[in-house]
């Protein structure tokens, strides 16, 4: 660990360094990973929630969305447990399935807060595991851009179908054609409402100094891989660029990332956002619409991958263009749903005109 550049981790809207600590190891002492007394409360954030004093003590709300209950809970009820226990506080948990808030209470100040902090520790750690639900979108399935797109996979798999690797399961279905901006981790209604009032806020901060209050025009072409070895390729995507020769397009995406992540809806990955559309991906060889089986528990896969060989391909459609397209909105789209139209159903939407 770079003891001059910790990690973060966001907790509660506040974001905390994790400083590198060495420990001496014990013998016979059993290892504990919430152990602290009920009346330390040097290291908690007691300031950054509320806790209400009552008649019989203090307690502290929180609100988690129902599927992380059970991480609370733990195997057979032991972390809830443990937790009240080492704490010295009662935690009541709503019923599985029903949307509610998690309610500590104690005759200490300082238990609650401590099992407060311990809760929104392991909440973080717990989300932070779970497969995404929702992504930021630009569609790109315009007729134009699907009839081109459709051309692409007849002339590559003409050209290039004896190639290692190369089949007509390896693309994108053309009515899902789309650029990400960033992923998401929505587990409930309040959590989608949140996102979706946060759009409305960044078009009235931001987007519509940018765009204008118009449509975006972007060009696709052109198309390059992700890896390091065209010949071993997981994921080719077909490049944009806006047709005035501006940023504008990587400003409105940079922005929107940046502030849904000081907000703690997404997660950091990049220091800028990577505009590109995917044509082709291994992933959909096992499910040609979604990356369902490889990605639904929220773990990388690509061991599973068979990587095809992308030379030729990068080769003669190095320059192919598949057309213009004119960007209006930026969509909030749900994973592994489809609207009407073939694509993403859109939980809301921040529209530029």
Same mark, same amino acid.
């Given at each position: 660990m770079d003891v001059l550049r910790p990690p973060l981790i966001r907790i509660g809207g506040r974001v905390y360094r994790k400083n590198l600590i060495q420990e001496q190891a014990f013998p016979h002492e059993e290892e504990e990973d919430f152990y602290a007394g009920p009346g330390d409360c040097a290291d908690e954030p007691c300031d950054a929630f509320v806790v209400e004093e009552t008649?019989?003590?203090?307690?502290?709300?929180?609100?988690?969305?129902?599927?992380?209950?059970?991480?609370?809970?733990?195997?057979? !009820?032991?972390?809830?447990?443990?937790?009240?226990?080492?704490?010295?506080?009662?935690?009541?948990?709503?019923?599985? !399935? +029903?949307? !509610?808030?998690?309610?500590?209470?104690?005759?200490?100040?300082?238990?609650?807060?401590?099992?407060?902090?311990?809760?929104?520790?392991?909440?973080?750690?717990?989300?932070?595991?779970?497969?995404?639900?929702?992504?930021?979108?630009?569609?790109?399935?315009?007729?134009?851009?699907?009839e081109k797109f459709l051309q692409?996979?007849?002339?590559?798999?003409?050209?290039?179908?004896?190639?290692?690797?190369?089949?007509?399961?390896?693309?994108?279905?053309?009515?899902? @054609?789309? @650029?990400?901006?960033?992923?998401?981790?929505? @587990?409930?209604?309040?959590?989608?409402?949140?996102?979706?009032?946060?759009?409305?806020?960044?078009?009235?901060?931001?987007?519509?100094?940018?765009?204008?209050?118009?449509?975006?025009?972007?060009?696709?072409?052109?198309?390059?891989?992700?890896?390091?070895?065209?010949?071993?390729?997981? +994921?080719l995507y077909a490049k944009v660029h806006m047709k005035d020769g501006s940023d504008r397009l990587q400003m409105v995406a940079d922005q929107l990332v940046e502030r849904f992540v000081a907000s703690g809806l997404m997660l950091k990955e990049w220091d800028r956002v990577k505009l590109h559309a995917t044509v082709m991906n291994t992933l959909f060889r096992k499910d040609p619409t979604e990356e369902r089986n490889s990605t639904m528990t929220g773990k990388s896969s690509f061991k599973e991958r068979e990587s095809f060989n992308g030379q030729n391909i990068l080769k003669l459609f190095e320059n192919f263009h598949f057309g213009e397209v004119q960007l209006d909105s930026v969509r909030l789209s749900q994973r592994f749903s489809s609207d009407p139209s073939g694509y993403y159903a859109t939980s809301g939407q921040l529209c530029f005109s």
């Open positions: 008649e019989r003590g203090f307690q502290c709300r929180v609100e988690v969305p129902s599927p992380l209950y059970k991480y609370i809970i733990g195997k057979k !009820g032991e972390t809830k447990k443990r937790l009240e226990t080492e704490t010295r506080t009662s935690i009541s948990i709503p019923k599985p !399935g +029903v949307e !509610g808030e998690i309610v500590i209470t104690g005759q200490h100040r300082s238990g609650v807060i401590s099992a407060r902090t311990r809760i929104d520790v392991l909440l973080d750690s717990f989300r932070k595991k779970q497969p995404f639900t929702h992504f930021l979108s630009f569609a790109l399935n315009q007729p134009a851009i699907q692409f996979r007849e002339e590559v798999l003409e050209k290039c179908s004896k190639d290692h690797g190369v089949s007509s399961s390896l693309f994108q279905n053309p009515a899902k @054609l789309h @650029l990400t901006l960033g992923t998401l981790v929505l @587990l409930n209604e309040q959590e989608i409402q949140k996102a979706c009032d946060l759009l409305q806020r960044c078009k009235e901060d931001f987007v519509d100094q940018i765009t204008g209050g118009r449509p975006l025009t972007v060009e696709v072409a052109g198309v390059e891989y992700m890896n390091d070895d065209p010949a071993m390729t997981d +994921v």
